[in-house]
């Protein structure tokens, strides 16, 4: 199994313990979220801290040997890149110049590549079939249990023709009330949705958190790889097994559980 060490910004206790770094944190609590996302981001690709023992695929799994070799880099400076770029969009702080050249040089090769095989990404056309979802009624009531169970202040769900989704609100460890939704676009076959809306808005502030990008799937179509439907999570059809479903609601709690006050 690939391990790999980041050079991560000194912590001399948890993100919950109060010390003196702890407190300047909380004085600051617009850095203090970019550290708790860097985090995240760092234990979801090495799937360490809050995301240990779940199943899902890291983002790593597009840093092969092949692509290594073509870009002129190793597995362990892709993987670093993978995890630093997506850090550097969700927390809002300039990219390391050696990240953002590993970067190039993958999309680069990812271009060659491209010319060289004539690959095109396979084009998704609609089909009417992969709307029908007969087991909605049994989708939303599990979910909805679910749901319930994640302790938020808030919560409520819309459900329609085209998908449904969950949304609620939660305190944070700064005292901002987060909105954050899952939703299933059934309508267009099942893909799962996540998002987390932090109350900032400026230019290089911490302003979301979204499934899309913290699985990986952005920086692949970024980098121009070829698809990676690995790190996609769709629902499935059936009425009594929800693997993906629980899978992400696993990664809501993860999350929840990095974001939210910690009891001392």
């Given at each position: 199994m690939?391990r790999?060490v980041f050079?991560?910004?000194?912590?001399s206790q948890?993100?919950?313990?109060v010390?003196?770094r702890?407190l300047?944190?909380?004085?600051?609590?617009?850095?203090?979220l970019?550290?708790?996302?860097a985090?995240?981001?760092?234990d979801?690709d090495?799937?360490?801290?809050?995301?240990?023992?779940?199943?899902y695929?890291s983002?790593?799994?597009l840093?092969t040997?092949?692509?290594?070799?073509?870009?002129?880099?190793?597995?362990e400076?892709?993987?670093?890149?993978i995890?630093?770029?997506r850090?550097s969009?969700?927390?809002?702080?300039?990219?390391n110049?050696?990240i953002?050249q590993?970067f190039?040089?993958l999309r680069s090769?990812?271009?060659e590549?491209?010319t060289?095989t004539?690959y095109?990404?396979?084009?998704?056309?609609?089909?009417?079939?992969?709307?029908?979802?007969?087991n909605?009624?049994?989708?939303?009531?599990?979910?909805l249990?679910?749901w319930?169970?994640?302790g938020?202040?808030r919560?409520?769900?819309?459900y329609?023709?085209r998908?449904?989704s969950f949304?609620?609100?939660f305190?944070?460890k700064f005292?901002?009330?987060?909105?954050?939704s899952?939703t299933?676009?059934?309508?267009?076959?099942?893909?799962?949705?996540?998002f987390?809306?932090?109350?900032?808005?400026?230019?290089?502030?911490?302003r979301?958190l979204?499934?899309f990008?913290?699985?990986?799937?952005?920086?692949?179509?970024?980098?121009?790889?070829?698809e990676?439907p690995?790190?996609?999570?769709?629902?499935?059809?059936?009425r009594?097994?929800f693997?993906?479903?629980?899978?992400?609601?696993?990664?809501?709690?993860a999350?929840?559980?990095?974001l939210r006050?910690?009891i001392q």
């Open positions: 690939l790999l050079r991560r910004r000194k912590r948890s993100l919950g313990c010390d003196e702890t300047a944190t909380f004085r600051n609590p617009k850095q203090g970019r550290d708790i996302l985090r995240i981001i760092e979801f090495s799937k360490s801290g809050a995301f240990a023992g779940l199943k695929n983002p790593w799994i840093a040997a092949d692509w290594a070799e073509r870009s002129g880099h190793t597995v400076e892709l993987c670093e890149m995890s630093q770029w850090i969009i969700f927390s809002g702080e300039q990219t110049p050696k953002v590993i190039e040089d090769a990812a271009e590549w491209r060289e004539d095109v990404d396979p084009p998704t056309p609609y089909n009417p079939e992969e709307a029908k979802f007969p909605r009624k049994e989708l939303k009531a599990h979910t249990k679910a319930s169970s994640l938020l202040s919560q409520w769900h819309q329609d023709a998908g449904l949304s609620g609100i305190e944070d005292g901002h009330d987060i909105r954050f899952m299933f676009k059934l309508a267009y076959g099942g893909p799962v949705r996540l987390f809306q932090f109350p900032y808005y400026s230019e290089g502030d911490p979301h979204d499934l990008m913290l699985s990986g799937w952005f920086v692949c179509q970024d980098l121009r790889l070829p990676a690995d790190l996609k999570w769709t629902v499935g059809k059936s009594t097994n693997d993906a479903v629980d899978g992400v609601l696993a990664i809501v709690r999350i929840l559980s990095c006050p910690t």
